[in-house]
């Protein structure tokens, strides 16, 4: 057999039926071996898109994404997102076409294998014709199971030998790791004595699908409930919710999260977003953390105590643990009461913060914006945002139904990923609306999707929070008096240049214009709409300034 085909065919057996890419000659026969398998094949119009999709895809379906892409400038155009990926844990496979090894002078050699580690991605190869399919099974476990980002070099002469594909031998997944006794037994003391235990559950937790877990424990010991953005959702619904930490925290959230006694950190990193620089840490408070990998323990701030164990494994021991010693204050009290539990319904949705609102006729208020579009679109989407000052308005303002109703491509800090990860999300959730949320700079950084959406007739909402100007480099220098002549753009018909891709249309300049949008949602929705919003722009966003001190 063709290594091209018996690797396609591995992939294929170990469960991959989603690809995304770019098929140029070197990844033609291995993308065209999956689809032959029964894969489908997402054609994107750049790699970085196609980079973006497979992780949006893949962390909404829970399963290592698929990318395939030509050998150098293919990889190359890809790496943004590839970094993006490896940066967020993302489970993915990129199929890189690499030259022969023999191609010494070929303009397309580069280095893969340094690429990937130069940008946290595991490297990858296919050795020989005899190990190509043990090299392929290796890199698709090796994602699945650490959730890395897995850069596989599929040099071009290896591809074209013969080899026998043998069979994939079956290896059941290895248990979550559970915690040391000892270890659950002091976060059980710890808890038992706090009298305001918070939980901030982060990546870790969403991917262990921690929720009811997380829940009980929260219950026996009267902690309050928060997320990392990156766990968005997870307790939605619960009356303990006070929704993300960190920069994105409503005032009552953060006011709460910084009265804690006793902090848990979840499968979350607890690093200067979500912590606020420390800020979020009151004096005296006692941080404790649990991951699944030791490196994370401790990385980011000092922790009094550090649990190694997956975050749902742990979550159950120590509730047993708790059972043991329950708290003398009794099960439940802890944080909770009936005024803070009747504050939190009252106070801590960011839509609920009164405001001044800066509509001015001409443009509206993003916060407006948000709060209309919260009300008009459909409770059960997924909203993807781009990075740029806006990207708090629809993070915080723009409600989701659950841990898997978020999709926050962040870690990486990239501008024009966010129209991407939407796709790959709408391709993960059919079943849902999905809202992809961007800053004029990063739409039109990423337009070229535009056409995929459109082709694949994805029923989305773009929303494109317009100030004609890289807001973020705006606001963090007009206080200073710099000139800002290359960060402003004249204005531009971001709706037309949406229907000219075959989309429809609208502009907003004030919440009478939202009317367009509740039309299209009442219609067929049989082609995406594109929501030019010119937003004011009078002030930077509050979380920005937050953001420039990490820089
Ligand atoms: C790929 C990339 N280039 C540049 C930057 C620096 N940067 C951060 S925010 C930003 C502005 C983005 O503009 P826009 O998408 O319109 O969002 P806004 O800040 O205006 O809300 C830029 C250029 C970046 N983060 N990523
Ligand atoms: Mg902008």
Redesign the pocket.
Known sequence: MLVADAVADALAGLGADTVFGLVGSGNFHVTNGLTERGARFVAARHECGAASMADGWARLAGRPGLLSVHQGPGLTNAL?GITEAAKSRTPLVVLAADVAGAAVRSNFRIDAGAIAAAVGAVPERLYSPQSAVADAVRAYRTAARQRRTVLLAMPLDVQAAQCDPGTVPAEPAPSPPAPAPEAAAALAAALATASRPVFVAGRGARVAAARQDLEELAGACGALLATSAAAKGLFRGSPWDLDMSGGFASPLAAELIGGADLLVGWGCSLNMWTMRHGALIGPGCVVVQVDDDDAAIGAHRPVQLGILGDVAETARAVTAALRVQPPASGPGAGYRSPEIRQRIAAEVRWRDVPYADESDGDRIDPRTLSIGLDDLLPGDRVVAV??????GYPSMFLSVPDEQGFCFTQA??????GLASAIGAALARPDRLTVAA????????GVSELETVVRLGLPMVIV????????????HFRPNGHRLDT?TFPPADIAQIGRGFGCDGVTVRGPGDLAQVSRWLDGPRDRPLVVDAK?T?RRG?WW?EEAFRGH
């Open positions: 943004t781009d990075s740029g000052n806006f990207m990486y800090q990239s501008v024009g990923l961007l800053g004029d700079g990063g739409a039109l950084m494109v929070y317009d100030d004609e100007a890289y807001g973020a480099e705006v606001h960060v937003v722009s966003s920005l």
